[in-house]
């Protein structure tokens, strides 16, 4: 299958911007997106961004792709507490009807 | 209220009898998945299916099974589960792409 990956932990301060990174091998890819896992539930579409845009803003959250070099990055900004999940990032590629999904990076939000 | 219903919730078995996890989705979506949850994985995708008797696999299918005969049930089938199939295991729906909706996951354990 296709590649992603992303980093594993990220610690922040609350008040602070969190950025989370991405990277991803299938140029192929239509959509990418990001995910959002609240501990003991499933996951929740955050946002998405179509593979020919830069740059996609909502509210606190702005998704930037670099396509050159196939990166992905979510932006939070003013994190809260109540932005301490998981977040996977994931990318549909257009010829196999299956999202593909990172390893996850768990988000930490401190006092 | 839309939403993928997974059942059961926790399910502790022991090696080689079978058990059935359902999964149902009231939102007509054409679409359904599976994915198993590891730590430092990520997802990975069971089996897929596009409509109504229609399934494929996806990157991990060994020792699964599933059917599709109703558009709203998708169930997963482990004929003759084993240690390695001890994980946290989700359904999800679509009506595009990978805009997936997600059940609540379930838990299983086989010892």
């Known amino acids: 299958g296709e590649d992603v990956e992303q980093s594993l932990f990220l610690s922040v301060r609350e008040g602070d911007s969190s950025v989370i990174n991405c990277t991803y091998t299938d140029s192929s890819s239509t959509y990418l997106y990001w995910y959002k896992q609240e501990p003991g539930a499933g996951l929740q579409l955050l946002t998405y961004i179509f593979s020919n845009m830069d740059m996609k803003q909502d509210q606190r959250l702005t998704v930037l792709l670099n396509k050159k070099d196939k990166h992905l990055s979510l932006r939070i900004a003013d994190t809260q507490t109540g932005d301490s999940a998981i977040y996977f990032c994931?990318?549909?590629?257009?010829?196999?009807?299956?999202?593909?999904f990172g390893a996850g990076t768990t988000v930490t939000v401190r006092a | 209220e839309a939403q993928v219903t997974q059942n059961p919730r926790y399910l502790i078995t022991v090696t080689g009898k079978k058990l059935t996890v359902t999964c149902s989705q009231n939102m007509n979506h054409e679409y359904m998945s599976w994915y198993r949850q590891d730590p430092g994985l990520g997802l990975r995708q069971i089996y897929y299916s596009m409509n109504v008797e229609v399934t494929d696999k996806g990157d991990v299918p060994e020792g699964y099974k599933v059917s599709r005969k109703e558009k709203r049930n998708f169930p997963l089938i482990l004929e003759s589960p084993s240690p390695n199939q001890t994980s946290l295991y989700f359904c999800?729906?679509?009506?595009?792409?990978?805009?997936?909706?997600f059940g609540s996951g379930t838990q299983l354990s086989v010892l």
């Open positions: 999800a729906s679509s009506l595009q792409g990978g805009k997936l909706f």
């Open positions: 994931a990318e549909w590629g257009g010829n196999d009807y299956k999202l593909s």
